[in-house]
């Protein structure tokens, strides 16, 4: 625990600050059906929940989405495996490099394409600075909605340095597409080692500034603390993975359960909490960035010169120079950008650990330059269906901080 | 080159690891189920990267629920459900994606189902499945019988067709300009 004076196991609420519900507090039989988003802001303008209340309590809620669904599954069975690649961006948007990653992972999967080393540890910076931006981010909103509006500028300062740490990379800072099948679009430029170390040595004094503002923050606690629990029998019936459900006590984390990239090369932990709720989340998501950012100093230690791209001739995208000077370059281009490549049959489930939890990209592929299925299995839709649940009984107020804590991303769930 | 070259920089040594304990697991399901397990695909075999087990449509509940709560399976974790269309007879094939924490590994479940057929729910081993099962629906039409509330889930409840069928078009528009009521039978109370 980075803050000495904060003990969670000595916390107790203090007298007349009752969690458990006040039977005063209920309207008897007259009941409130309430219809919040899509538009309101603690909903993130994409989601929606219809909730009956009996006070201020909710009584029965279920949820609605798909407002932003935008057929991507059925796309991804119409488009080339190269053209591809800029939907899986608008998945998870506060962490599109994850996304890239876990896509050309599938597809390389299915044609049995091995990536050089220096890509396989930027895909690994890649996937570990989004992790960091999503928590901040996660954490961060879920501060806003409950009011604490300082504390999401602390985290959302880091995460502008990083966005202009990935714009480096690609030129992009949103939408990156910065994989392609087999390597990646461009090579880090000279000094990312040393810059992206800088970023990582300044971002740990700004988390353990976060953790001092708020970890032990008696206002944070009042409104977190036993709030919106869903425990480790719910995590496994609604199959919930990632920060969530290690906040809930299932020790599970794919990095270290079925290793991929080098996270068998480096070393961190997988912090675990086991009460589920809302302050667990928090906490979680905290510890996870401290983590993330040891994995990436290490990264950059151990990253070395070389390719960035696999030699295989099917993936291969031709140098400009090949393709402006010669004739074959030119029609090997063309094909390529217009006919796409070829993928041998067969079908797999690639998932990688995700910053909300297991992303799994499962892809049919019957030979040719299109998938049969391409199925993207995102966390977010597991964690918002049991919203629900996890709500019921709760004040309204509560049902905010508990869905800015399983941190629903629109992109992602309606796909 | 294809999906039967390990990979290492995806786990490529954990199918060989997992080898053993997959022939172990098929030859524990054939003998327990019998019949009602159609064909079992293993990797480096067949073009696959975990085993995939083809079930009758009529014991699929019960094979899943001996997946899930046997110590030695553990496939505990639900990972997807969904489905594909083959355009062909059969059409659908049901995919039901599993990994077990306690073993690291995972294995795919399958069903073939014809057009005009139903499905028992998974809701009653998973309660997650809930939502999984309604997008199938929702995008292929399967049904599925026993479900406390197969509606559409991602597009309009009015909605004509099913977009994930391979002859549905890519392009066209159905417009709804009222929104719908809100739902009051899913409010009430659990008795």
Redesign the interface.
Known sequence: MMNEDFKRSSFSLPPGYAVEHDPDDLWGDSRV?V?IGPTHPAMHGALRM?A?LNGETI????CE??FT?R?K??LGE?RTYHNYIVYTDRLNYCSALINNVAYA?AV????????PERC?WLRMICCELSRIMDHLICIGINAVDLGAFSFFLYGFHQREEAYTLIEKLCGARLTTSYTRIGGLMADAPDGFERELKAWVGRTRKVVQEMDELLTGNKIWHLRTVGVGVFNKENC????Y?GPNARAAG???DLRR??????YKNVEFDVPICQNGDVFDRYMVRLLEIQQSLNILSQCADKMKKGPIWAE?KRVRIPDKDVVYNTMEGMIHHFKFFMKGFEV????????VEAANG?L?F?I?SKGGSHA??M?I?GPS??HY??LSKMVEGEKIQDMVAALGSINVIAGEL?? | MDIRKPISSQGGDSILKFLDLWKKQASVLKQKFGVAIEEIRMPLDDLTDVPIVYVQKDSIISILKFLKEDSEFEYRFLADITATDEESEPRFELVYNLFSHQNRCRIRVKVRVRESDAVATAVSVWEGANWAEREVYDMFGIRFDGHPDLRRILMDHRWVGYPLRKDYPLRGYQMFVDSEPVNLSLLEQDK
């Open positions: 059906i219809n219809i009956q009584e029965k809620s279920y989405f798909g669904h057929a599954e059925k119409n992972m390389e999967r299915l044609m049995g394409i091995e990536v396989v496994f019936e609604y199959s993975s299932v020790d599970m359960d079925q290793p991929y990239l080098f295989d041998p049959p067969g079908e797999a489930y690639t998932q297991e799994g499962y049919v049969h299925r199925r299995r839709v597991w269906q049991g309606d796909r």
